[in-house]
């Protein structure tokens, strides 16, 4: 039997089940050079947020009762294209089908005996790719610098940290538990880091972990924590906009500090991130993060929800941090 997970509503604020549509379709046979291919693994990713309101953006907005999108794994189950085989493993932007046919267009083979194929979602893939590529176009960390990243926990803030330390960088995380907190200085080797949540001034707490000033931000929530972070960067300070999660589900825009002062004072640099732009440099950089992955530098974390009938709600458990790392359906 074929599913498939369709937008029902544009969400108000915060996404709720009943925003989405789970409906009974048929399982499509794949026309000549086509590929049928069984859905494995879903990535769930705050970004798919803000392609569900109908605006102009860098990627187009999903369409109401339509299929949504993401990062998927999927097995070819039957091929009439010969570049594939039946049994081969692909990873590509794929719609929330449990099947469904592709002519194999922006679809990468993977090697389940080289590393797990959840990983080609996660540290391998556009996680991992996302945390490497922001630091080495943006961030630039050097040696002996502080390297500060909110969403330190989540999937690519923790790579982005261990990054850090790999360069030899002082490396301090936010992050919103006293778990998650444990968690990222014991297992990803942060040097220090700070619970937002139970923070009064998130002004003072970063100076307080950051007594040299901040170097790099590597910027995963913006809102009031980009405010607090800017007021403690250094001359010359690379900040990466990598993510908004603050400011996703918010319904009107909202106001903060002007930054244009702070900019001119420090001569900062403020860029907006989308991996997508560097997809010339995967390759190399998927290739270091695999090097740094079989010496045992780099650790990651996920979380698997079973059933393809609850990828919306691991999708919706993203906004409340029900993850540890990456977010993955395993259908």
């Known amino acids: 039997m074929n599913k498939a997970i ?5 969400p108000q604020g915060k996404p709720a089940l009943s925003d989405f549509k789970i409906t009974e379709i048929e399982t ?3 026309k000549d050079d086509e590929i049928l291919l069984k859905t494995r693994y879903v990535s769930v990713d705050p970004y798919l ?3 569900m309101r109908d605006q102009k953006s860098y990627i187009p907005p999903f369409q109401l009762n339509k299929p949504l999108e993401s990062g998927i794994i999927a097995e070819v189950v ?3 294209n010969n570049n594939f085989k039946e049994g081969d493993f692909v990873n590509g932007m794929l719609q929330w089908k449990k099947y469904q046919t592709s002519d194999g267009t922006g679809l990468n083979k993977v090697d389940k005996n080289k590393a797990p194929l959840k990983a080609y979602l996660g540290i391998l893939g556009l996680t991992g790719l996302t945390a490497y590529l922001g630091l080495e176009k943006i961030g630039k960390p050097k040696k002996g610098e502080t390297l500060l990243v909110s969403g330190a926990a989540g999937a690519v803030g923790s790579v982005g940290g261990q990054i850090g330390k790999i360069i030899g960088c002082r490396v301090v995380g936010i992050a919103g538990s006293d778990e998650k907190i444990n968690r990222i200085k014991k297992e990803f080797n942060f040097d220090d ?6 923070t009064d001034d998130i002004n003072k707490a970063i100076a307080s972990k950051c007594p040299e000033g901040v170097d790099v931000y590597f910027d995963n929530v913006g809102g009031e924590i980009l405010d607090a972070a800017m007021q403690n ?3 010359y300070g690379r900040i990466i906009n990598c993510g908004a999660i603050a400011l996703y589900n918010k319904t009107e825009m909202p106001t903060g500090p002007r930054v244009e002062p702070l900019l001119i004072k420090n001569s900062l640099l403020m860029q907006g991130f989308i991996v997508r732009d560097f997809v010339k440099d995967f390759g190399p950089a998927q290739k270091q993060l695999a090097t740094w992955m079989a010496a045992k530098k780099l650790n990651y974390l996920e979380t698997v929800v079973e ?5 919306p709600q691991a999708f919706i458990d993203l906004f409340d941090g029900k993850n540890k790392g990456k977010m993955i359906v395993e259908v």
Request: proline share 7%; hydrophobic share 30%.
């Open 6 to 10: 369709l937008l029902k509503n544009r």
């Open 28 to 30: 499509p046979k794949p």
């Open 49 to 51: 947020r803000g392609r």
């Open 78 to 80: 039957a091929s009439n």
């Open 193 to 198: 880091a700070i619970n937002y949540k139970t």
């Open 233 to 235: 960067m250094n001359r």
């Open 307 to 311: 059933g393809f009938e609850n990828i």
